[in-house]
Every structure is written in C-alpha cells, then in structure tokens.
C-alpha cells in the first residue's frame, strides 16, 4: 500500500509543480513577490500586446497588397473599355454586365465588378489585342485609282488614245482651226480629261493559331502562351470588324482544324468570341501540316482566298519546318508567309517568312 501512497504523492506533486509553473508562464514570470508578480504580469500584458500588434500588421499588409491587386485588375479593364466598343462588349459579356451606351471606363462600380468577376487570363487576351504592337502586318486598306466613265473629283489630263474619243478633247484644242486641229491629232498632241475614282482593295490574310499543348507554358509575366496568341489574333481580327480587312483562320495542333471565315463584321464578330473561349487543345504541334493546308486552300478553293497571305501564329516548338528549302518549295513565287513567334525563337522560319516577329 505504502509505494502506492507513495506513487501517488509524487504525482500530485507533479501536477502540482506543472500547474505553478504554467500559470509562472502566463504570467510572464517574475518571481513570487508582490512586485515581481506585478511586473510579471506586465510583461505578459505586453506580450500579448506585441502579438497583437504583428497580427494586425500582417492583416494590414495582406489587405494593402489585394488593394493593389485589385486596382492592376481595373487598370487592365479600363485599357480594354477605352479601347474598342466590340473588345468591351465582349468583355462584359463576360462579366454578365450589359455594355452600356456611355463611357464604360468612368464607370468605377462597373469596373471593380469586372475586375472582381472575370478571371485575370481572359482580361488579359482582350488587353493585348486592345495594346499590342508587336506584330504589324501590312493588313490596311489599299487604295486604286480606276478610270471611270463618268466625272470624279479626280480628273487627268491624259493624251487621246483612240479616235473614238474624239468628242472628249481638251475645249481649248476644240477651239484650234482645222489645220492645227489634225496636225495635232497626227502627232498624238491631243489629249482628254479622265475622270478617276478610288476603289478599296481590303487586305486578305489566312490565319494558322498554334492551339496545341505547348501553348499552355507560361511566359514570363507568368500567362500562357495562348493568352498573347489569341489577344494577337483577336487584335488582327477587329480589322475584320471594321470592314478593314477579311480573313480566312484555322487553328491547329497536330492537325489543321476546320476552315472559318471573317468575310463580314459579323462574321468577325462570331470569330473574336470563338478564339476569345479558346485555349489550347494539349496535343502535338505540326505546323508543316497547317502550312501545307493553308497553302492547299489557297491554290484551290478559288474566290478570294486565292489572293490571301498566310499569317502563323505559334511558338515554333516543332521542328517540322527546319527544311528551309523545303517549306520553300512549298510556298512558292506567289504565296507570303508572315510569322508571329511567342515567347519563342525560329530561326528557320525567320529565314522563310516575309515579315517575322518575336513576342514575349
């Protein structure tokens, strides 16, 4: 009975002993004493101060860095508003808002919605197709000057070329006497004035997007890709939507998708929303093979098409085009190539491309 007893003494004494020293511990410490348990207990109170005082400083740093963050956000969504009236309602789509009438970026209610709603990556495409000029395709209206039969703001003076055209001879060489008059028609000295109009050639571009696996490595700000790639074929596009341009566009990976057209501003229209809810497929990438398509289409589909560029969009991570003399052949006399590499180099395809760009 008595090591029983005893047993249990001690471990009353230890509890005892671990009791005291916790309450010590809370305390602070400090001794038994009046005064030092007071100071202790000071000590304590300070503690807890201290702790007190870093949470709140990290809360305030956690809640100064979203602040920052919010208002990156809302910069990116103002640089698109203020940018082009379809890239905004393409982007409140998105958001679930209805694009308003009025100036949308002075709208701050409206603005820290979408910045809050639409995830960074899709503000994104919309910002660098609203931004970007790093590719600058020779994609502007051209303009001709076609004879007309009829009068125009734009006339010249041009020698007759044919007696049929007799009645349209300068009055002042109307007014000559007989004599001078065929003397000057035997010596081709007699001229008319032709009436020009300007006519609108539109550029026409047939667009490969790389849409395969590798598009999804992230540049260095940290997006994929596939962000800069669709924002620069969105970019393209809008001229599409402007009546600027039309475009022929596949997407491919280890195949060339189906054949879509952006003849039309709605046509565009529905083009901008299909590459903007794209993102990458994860397959392969074989752009020989899209090349080889969009040259095919060229050759035989007649129509428009048959007068287009080719313009690749791809980060080149292929070797199936480092037969320079090859992807060559391919393309011939007649058929331009225009390359968009991101994030990326090419040098094969910088040797064989009309205009050659480096993004990212």
């Known amino acids: 009975m008595l090591p029983w007893l005893i047993g249990g003494a001690i471990a009353a004494a230890a509890a005892l002993l671990y009791w005291w020293l916790t309450r010590q511990n809370q ?36 809640e100064e860095r979203a602040r920052q963050e919010q208002e990156r956000r809302e910069r990116k969504v103002r640089e698109v508003l203020e940018s082009d009236p379809l890239l905004a309602k393409h982007l409140c789509h998105r958001a679930g808002e209805t694009a308003p009438l009025r100036d949308m970026s002075r709208d701050r209610a409206l603005v820290a919605r979408i910045a809050r709603t639409v995830p960074e990556m899709d503000i994104e495409v919309l910002r660098i197709a609203a931004t970007q000029r790093d590719i600058n395709l020779d994609v502007k209206i051209q303009t001709n000057l076609e004879p007309v039969k009829y009068p125009t703001n734009r006339m010249e003076v041009e020698q007759l070329r044919d007696i049929s055209e007799l009645h349209e001879v300068l009055p002042e060489q109307m007014a000559l006497d007989d004599d001078q008059f065929y003397q000057q028609l035997a010596t081709d000295g007699l001229f008319r004035l032709q009436p020009y109009e300007e006519r609108v050639q539109q550029k026409l571009l047939f667009v490969l997007v790389d849409v395969s696996g ?42 060339p998708h189906s054949l879509k057209t952006a003849l039309t501003p709605d046509e565009a229209d529905r083009l901008i929303r299909h590459v903007y809810n794209t993102g990458f497929s994860g397959s392969h990438t074989y752009i020989f093979g899209a090349v080889s398509q969009a040259v095919e289409d060229i050759k035989t ?12 969009i791809t980060d080149a991570q292929d070797p199936s085009m480092n037969d320079v003399e090859t992807v060559r052949q391919l393309l011939g006399d007649n058929t331009r190539l225009h390359v968009a590499v991101i994030g990326c180099q090419s040098p094969p395809l910088r040797q064989v491309a009309a205009s050659y760009r480096e993004i990212g």
Do not use: C
């Not at 890709?225 to 491919?252: C, D, M």
């Open 301 to 312: 589909k007649g129509g428009e098409i048959s007068r287009a560029e080719i313009v690749l």
């Open 214 to 255: 590798s598009m999804d490595e992230n540049m260095p700000n940290g997006m994929p890709r596939h962000v800069w790639a669709r924002g620069v074929t969105i970019s393209l596009l809008l001229r599409a939507a402007r009546g600027e341009a039309k475009y022929f566009l596949r997407e491919f990976d280890g195949k």
């Open 27 to 62: 305390s602070g410490g400090g001794g038994s004493s009046g005064s030092n348990g007071s100071g202790g207990s000071g000590q304590g109170n300070s503690r807890y101060d201290q702790d007190d005082e870093r949470m709140a400083e990290l809360r305030r740093q956690a």
